[in-house]
């Protein structure tokens, strides 16, 4: 609490002390997530320092459109996304993807490579080069899918990839940046009220910001037992990444177990001393430890849903909600509990 407080403290006297990505897991608060994101674009990505193509509006048939992403892979962009690339209105749009960041391989990629019009492999090429490829090609509208997480590409976008720049999905939040125009949002993740937490202008689609279509789920659901589970009591689950793990929240948790006899906790298994940790905060509230159970990795996303239909209730984190997990938990029937909190990154789940 007391780090929280000193991080929130220092975005607020506009210090550099914590990224964007990281405060979303701690800091519910929107104000102080626009400051933060103003403070990082402004050092890392100075407009002065950018010398990106000159782009005036073309007019083209077709909107030329393109999706700038490093997790064109087994991802959880990929998951959600793959589907809405495939039904673009092709009369209306020519779709493009940007791959950047480290390879990918597998189904996954092959489907998204399969379902644009043109896949565009600039993982090796500069900010700037980026920008002026994309540029010569005259794209129309350029979707960052990644904001400010792991081997994003912002640099691109700072150097005006095209006319028009929009932040979406992959990065819960504004980008504080003055080279992005439009946030994808709705209604309930970012409310009216909420606007002048983002430096973009939002733009809301009409029932929910993320696409989340079904995805394959292996026929056979193991044996409680296989997975490690008792075959008796109640399991609730989290399969959250682990950093989004509070102490309050699990404070709560471990209530939850004291009061549910019988019942255990199944988790995802980020790492060993990631594991370690839960197990000592565990029996340090007087739970025992072996009521948490650690998802082991199994082959494949189908195999991994197939195996949520054993618990019996996913719990929620606070103040960073699940996005797709809360949306595979619902597509193989498993109830969410969720709670409503202030920032963007709080709310999807709702």
């Not at 749009?93 to 399969?114: C, D, K, P, S």
């Not at 989004?244 to 988790?267: T, Y």
């Not at 072996?290 to 195996?307: K, T, Y």
């Not at 209730?313 to 409503?340: E, I, M, Q, R």
Request: hydrophobic share 40%; charged share 25%; aromatic share 10%.
């Amino acid at each position: 609490e007391a780090t929280r407080q000193r991080l929130v403290e220092g975005v607020r006297e506009k210090k550099h002390v914590v990224t964007p990505f990281i405060l979303m897991s701690f800091c519910d608060d929107p104000l102080a997530q626009r400051q933060c994101a103003e403070l990082f674009v402004a050092r890392e990505h100075p407009v002065e320092d950018m010398h990106g193509t000159s782009i005036g509006q073309y007019s083209h048939d077709r909107i030329r459109l393109a999706y700038i992403s490093p997790d064109f892979g087994d991802h959880p962009v990929a998951y959600l996304i793959a589907d809405l690339i495939e039904r673009h209105d092709r009369q209306r749009f020519e779709v493009y993807g940007v791959a950047v960041g480290q390879e990918r391989r597998g189904l996954w990629h092959e489907r998204l490579r399969r379902g644009f019009d043109h896949f565009l492999d600039l993982r090796g090429t500069s900010d700037e080069a980026a920008a002026t490829r994309l540029g010569r090609l005259e794209i129309d509208i350029a979707v960052d899918l990644a904001g400010y997480t792991t081997d994003s590409r912002t640099g691109i976008f700072a150097a005006r990839a095209a006319p028009v720049q929009v932040n979406y999905l992959g990065f819960p939040g504004t980008m504080g940046a003055p080279f992005i125009d439009y946030i994808l949002a709705d209604r309930l993740v970012i409310p009216d009220t909420h606007e002048p937490f983002y430096a973009e202008k939002v733009v809301r689609l009409p029932d929910t910001f993320q696409c989340s279509p079904p995805r394959p789920v292996a026929n056979a659901t193991p044996a409680r037992r296989e997975a490690g589970l008792p075959e008796n009591g109640f399991v609730f689950c989290c399969f959250n990444n682990t950093r989004k793990i509070n102490p309050k929240l699990f404070d709560i948790w471990m209530r939850l177990l004291k009061q549910v006899e019988g019942s255990v906790l199944w988790l995802s298994k980020a790492n060993q001393q990631a594991a370690g940790n839960l197990r000592r905060e565990t029996q340090g509230r007087g739970v025992d430890p072996d009521r948490l159970v650690f998802a082991s990795p199994v082959a494949g996303l189908d195999e991994h849903l197939a195996r949520q239909r054993l618990a019996d209730l996913f719990l929620d984190t606070l103040p960073y909600n699940a996005h797709t997990t809360a949306s595979d938990a619902l597509w193989v029937g498993l109830p969410v509990l969720t709670c409503l909190g202030n920032a963007f990154a709080g709310r999807v789940a709702a």
